[in-house]
């Protein structure tokens, strides 16, 4: 690009995007909306500290150069520039990602940003549950659109979770409002196209609805989190009694199912608010 300087003299732009080497990245976006960038692929250490906003909900690798995709509760995935986010600098600790930038500055129409997804074809299916109890998986691909719909969603539905998957071998985990809990290999779910509505996750209970969707990579180290309260008007939202437990705790069930118990509800309580499902241990 040529600029005129005031003088008349002609000077040479150099973007951005040519100054930083298309190196390997890990982008990453916590659970308080903020997005950054690493420099390089370096595996992350341990840490026995966290910032405001070191916790990660979603990463995934890239070029520096490259475009990822950000899926959101409407199963829309909204194109973003990875070179576009700020680089965290390198530590001997994990990153800190009080250095990044808020999503919601650069994807402003994204509604509740679930998680990051490559774009790359050759990357594996992104999987997708609903608070109606319906799953999905479906192939990644480039189209020439900022944004893009990857679910047809019934109407009242959304997507409550979103993960891209390692591979067949992980399963899909589903927590809903009366405490019931099913687990299962995705491979039980057959990847469908952008189009496709999706298939029968978990067999929901009158009045319940999905609160929780996961993958999970290695179930023998995965815990769930759940926290009970009461849904009377003067006291919705209030949390009562908490609940940590392995995964295995809770055997594999078929898809569309029911699933098990996964918490008993203490006096005053009778439904669950908050759940997680997650790799490792959570840390408090």
Avoid: N
């Amino acid at each position: 690009t040529v600029l005129l300087e005031s003088s008349g003299a002609s000077t040479v732009s150099s973007p951005m995007s040519l100054e930083v080497a298309d190196d390997p990245c890990w982008v990453l976006l916590s659970t308080t909306g903020l997005i950054a960038r690493t420099t390089d692929q370096s595996a992350f250490g341990a840490s026995s500290t966290r910032g405001l906003h070191d916790s990660i909900s979603s990463l995934v690798a890239t070029p520096a150069r490259g475009e990822i995709g950000v899926v959101d509760m409407a199963g829309m995935v909204h194109r973003l520039s990875v070179i576009d986010l700020p680089a965290l600098p390198v530590t001997v600790e994990p990153p800190r990602l009080g250095g990044g930038i808020a999503l919601a500055d650069v994807l402003p129409d994204a509604d509740s940003p679930l998680c990051l997804m490559s774009l790359d074809e050759a990357a594996p299916t992104l999987a997708l549950g609903t608070r109606m109890g319906v799953t999905k998986r479906v192939k990644p691909e480039q189209l020439s659109k900022d944004s893009w719909s990857v679910i047809r969603l019934a109407e009242g539905d959304e997507v409550v979770g979103a993960a891209q998957l390692d591979s067949d071998a992980d399963e899909l985990v589903f927590v809903t409002s009366d405490a019931q809990l099913l687990r299962f290999a995705a491979s039980l779910v057959r990847p469908q196209g952008r189009d496709g509505q999706g298939i029968a996750g978990i067999k929901l209970a009158d009045g319940a609805e999905v609160i929780a969707f996961a993958a999970v990579t290695t179930p023998a180290e995965a815990h769930v989190v759940t926290v009970a309260g009461a849904t009377q008007a003067l006291t919705v939202g209030l949390g009562g009694s908490a609940k940590v437990t392995p995964l295995d705790a809770y055997p594999p069930k078929g898809r569309a199912t029911g699933g098990v118990r996964c918490q008993r509800f203490l006096s005053g309580e009778d439904s669950l608010i908050l759940a997680w499902v997650g790799d490792g241990l959570p840390m408090a």
